[in-house]
C-alpha cells in the first residue's frame, strides 16, 4: 500500500490493486507543483470525494472525464453528477458500505459543511462525509473535514481503524491539539498521517503538536509526493 499526499487535503492512495485520488484539487494547489500533475493522476481507477467545497472538488469532473473513471461519494451529489456531466458515479450514503473491487469503503459521518458558488449563492450538493477503507489487512479511517465528534468512539467500535488520515490545520477543521484528543478518545492508531494543513498561512504549519500528544503512535507528517509506503 502507498499513500501519497498531494497537498492539502489530496492524496493518491494505491491499494488492494486500486488507484483512488481522494479529493483531487490539481489545479491552484499551492502545495502541489504544475509538472507533478500528470504523475498525481497516473493509473487512477477511483476519485473518492467527501465534500463539494472548492479545495476538495476543483478537479474531479475533469479527471473523471479524461480518465473514464467513477466518482464514488454520496448519493444525492453523485446522481446530479451522473445525470448533469454524464460520468460514472458510485453513489452511497452514511452507514453504506460499497465493494470496489476488492477494497471495502464505509461512508462515515463528519461534521463540517459541504457547498459550492452558484449565481444566487451557494448551493449544497450532499452532505460532508468520511470515509473507512479496508483492504489488504488494514482499515484507513480517512476523517474528512471535521471537527471531533463523539461518533467516532461508534467508528472505532464498528470498524477498528489501525491507520488515520486526519484533517488537522485548525480554522476550518480540527486543529493538531483536537486531532489529537480524537485519537487518544476514540481509536487505536498505530500510524497517523495529518493533513489539511500548511496550505495557506492561516492554518497550522506543523505537525509536531500531534506528534507529541501520540507518543506511541507512529505520527508521519507527510511530504508532497512522497509516497508513505505500509
Not at 493509473?43 to 473513471?69: E, P, R, W, Y
Not at 471531533?148 to 486543529?175: K, Q, R, Y
Not at 492508531?189 to 495529518?194: C, L, S, T
Not at 492561516?202 to 500531534?210: D, F, M, V, Y
Request: hydrophobic share 40%; net charge negative; glycine share 10%.
Amino acid at each position: 500500500m502507498n499513500i501519497t499526499w498531494l497537498g492539502h487535503a489530496s492524496f493518491k492512495m494505491e491499494i488492494g490493486g486500486k488507484v483512488f485520488l481522494v479529493d483531487p484539487w490539481l489545479n491552484g494547489n499551492p502545495m502541489l507543483p504544475e509538472e507533478s500533475h500528470e504523475a498525481a493522476t497516473a493509473g487512477v481507477t477511483h476519485i473518492l470525494l467527501t465534500h463539494a467545497h472548492f479545495d476538495h472538488i476543483a478537479d474531479v469532473l475533469n479527471i473523471a472525464k479524461s480518465n473514464g473513471v467513477p466518482v464514488v461519494g454520496q448519493y444525492d451529489l453523485m446522481s446530479h453528477w451522473e445525470q448533469s456531466q454524464k460520468i460514472e458515479t458510485v453513489g452511497f450514503n452514511k452507514g453504506g458500505t460499497v465493494d470496489l473491487g476488492g477494497v471495502k469503503v464505509t461512508m462515515v459521518h463528519a461534521t463540517h459543511s459541504s457547498s459550492v458558488a452558484g449565481p444566487d449563492g451557494p448551493n449544497v450538493p450532499g452532505t460532508e462525509c468520511g470515509y473507512m477503507i479496508e483492504a489488504e489487512g488494514h482499515t484507513i479511517y480517512l476523517s474528512g473535514d471535521t471537527d471531533v465528534m463523539a461518533d467516532m468512539g461508534v467508528f472505532n467500535d464498528l470498524h477498528h481503524p489501525d491507520i488515520g488520515i486526519l484533517c488537522a490545520g485548525g480554522h476550518f477543521t480540527m486543529d493538531m491539539g483536537r486531532a489529537a484528543y480524537a485519537a487518544k478518545k476514540f481509536f487505536n492508531f498505530k500510524i497517523v498521517i495529518p493533513c489539511h494543513y500548511k496550505t495557506f498561512p492561516i492554518l497550522e504549519q506543523s505537525a509536531q503538536a500531534l506528534a507529541d500528544a501520540l507518543p506511541d503512535v507512529n505520527v508521519i507528517e507527510p511530504e508532497v509526493m512522497q509516497p508513505i509506503t505500509i
